[in-house]
């Protein structure tokens, strides 16, 4: 027969399953938040990039072996969303040049230098939407003006409208976006250490952006 206090501790450990039972079958309310592809719902005005939801890669040819991947860690935008949808809305992002991250250091050093994207005379990419072309419904091409190395190219990119809805963790109006495209580094002046190092990149970027207080 068990003693009192065996059961005491017995029932402690019971009770203590029967809450952490309790408590992750709890469903979580940001699980089920949902969002709407319908581009009428969005409300108009301006959207700025989210920089801690934003992702900025750049792959290009590596001696035929991969595709070698470098992203950049900072950047700002702004989204001006108009009741025309993505037709009639307009994009700039502006990328740190000097935040590039190839993983590697010592490329990092080289990358940033004179001979390749020379960040202390060109500290900015920045790219302009100036047209889209739907192509289904929440996505088309979007063409725009990128500036790398003080050289301005128009490129195209891919886009995808993920969806609108309010963040459930910041009570925020949110939009997301996925784009993909490619470029000639060439074009920009950006031919070193070609063909070890393909010309064309591929560019991805996944973006969220909030809705700008009115007034601010």
Request: net charge negative; glycine share 8%.
């Amino acid at each position: 027969m068990l003693s009192s206090n065996i059961r005491a501790v017995l029932g402690r450990a019971l009770l203590g399953v029967t809450v952490f039972t309790a408590v992750a079958c709890t469903p979580v309310q940001v699980l089920t938040h949902t969002v709407s592809q319908n581009e009428t719902r969005v409300p108009p005005g301006q959207y700025a990039l989210d920089p801690d939801h934003c992702s900025i890669t750049f792959d290009v040819d590596h001696f035929k072996y991969t595709r070698f991947t470098m992203r950049f860690d900072r950047k700002q935008g702004q989204l001006d969303w108009h009741d025309g949808g993505m037709d009639s809305s307009v994009a700039t992002i502006v990328v740190d040049a000097e935040s590039v991250d190839t993983n590697v250091p010592a490329l990092d050093k080289m990358v940033k230098g004179a001979n390749m994207l020379d960040v202390s005379r060109y500290p900015e990419i920045r790219f302009v939407s100036t047209h889209f072309e739907r192509s289904g419904e929440s996505r088309g091409t979007l063409t725009g003006d990128l500036t790398i190395h003080g050289v301005t190219q128009p490129v195209s990119l891919d886009v995808s409208f993920n969806g609108f809805g309010r963040d459930p963790l910041n009570k925020k109006d949110t939009l997301g976006f996925s784009a993909d495209g490619h470029f000639s580094r060439a074009k920009f002046g950006l031919s070193t250490w070609y063909p070890a190092v393909g010309d064309d990149i591929h560019v991805r970027i996944q973006a969220e952006f909030v809705k700008t207080p009115a007034g601010a």
